[in-house]
């Protein structure tokens, strides 16, 4: 059973629901932004660009984003971890 402690996990939860009204449907680019489309500057210090069959360590890291890309390049969803 994991630890729970008051307060951590739900500000996390808070920043995944933000990052993720801000990048879910967008296209991922190397160096531009726009309405549908967002790149590598616009996202935290510590993140991950998870593409379709790329492999992932399992190693736990909280304050880490990790966006996770469909086929056609847009985000699917995002998580912290």
Request: proline letters at 6%.
């Amino acid at each position: 059973m994991p630890l729970v402690v008051p307060g951590v996990m739900t500000n996390l939860d808070d920043k995944t629901q933000e990052w993720a009204n801000k990048l879910v449907g967008k296209t991922f680019s190397e160096s531009e932004s726009s309405e549908t489309m967002f790149c590598k500057r616009d996202l935290p210090e510590s993140h991950r660009i998870i593409k379709p069959g790329t492999m992932v360590t399992k190693d736990f890291r909280p304050d880490r984003l990790n966006i996770h890309l469909k086929d056609d390049g847009t985000v699917s969803h995002v998580q912290h971890g």
